[in-house]
C-alpha cells in the first residue's frame, strides 16, 4: 500500500469516528426530547382521582425515547468496538443517565397502572362499608316495638 492510501484510510475513519460520535449524540439527544414533559407529569386537569391517575398514566409513555436509545447505543458500541472514540466516557455517562431515567417513568407507570385499578376498588369497598339500610331501619323497628311495649306495660299497670 502507498503512504497516500494509508493516508486517505486514516482520514476516511476519523471522519467515520465523527459521524459516529455525531449519530450517538443525535440519538441521545433525540431521545431525550422524546421523554415527557415535567409539568405534564406534575400537572393534571380531571375531576376525580381516577382522571388524574389515567392523565398521569398517559404522561408517563416515554414515547420514542426508548428506541432512540436503542440507536444511540447501537452506534456507540459500534464505535467503541471500532476504537473510533478518543474519548467516550461523557456519551457512556449520558447512556446511563437516560437508561437509569427511562426506567424510572416506567417504574412510576407501574406503579400509577397499580393504583388505577386499585382505586376504583377501593372506592367500592367504601361504598360498601359500615351499616346496610335495613340494618338501621331494622334498629328503628326495634325501638319503636320497644316503645310500644312500655305503652303496654304502663296501661297495664294503670288498670
Known sequence: MSQATL??????FGEAA???????????ADAWDALPDAD???????DNVLGVLNALNSALD?????SHLRDAKKWFTMGQRADAFEDAADLEEEIEALEETIAD???AGEQVGDLTSTIPALRGTLEDAGPTDET??????ETDDEATADDEESEDDAE
Not at 465523527?18 to 450517538?24: G, I, L, P, S
Not at 416515554?62 to 426508548?66: N, R
Not at 338501621?136 to 323497628?141: K, W
Open 7 to 12: 493516508g486517505d484510510d486514516e482520514e476516511l
Open 18 to 28: 465523527n459521524e459516529m460520535r455525531e449519530d450517538v449524540e443525535s440519538s441521545l
Open 40 to 46: 405534564d407529569v406534575w400537572e393534571a386537569d380531571a
Open 62 to 66: 416515554p414515547g420514542d425515547a426508548e
Open 105 to 107: 417513568i416506567g417504574d
Open 136 to 141: 338501621e331501619s331494622d334498629e328503628g323497628d
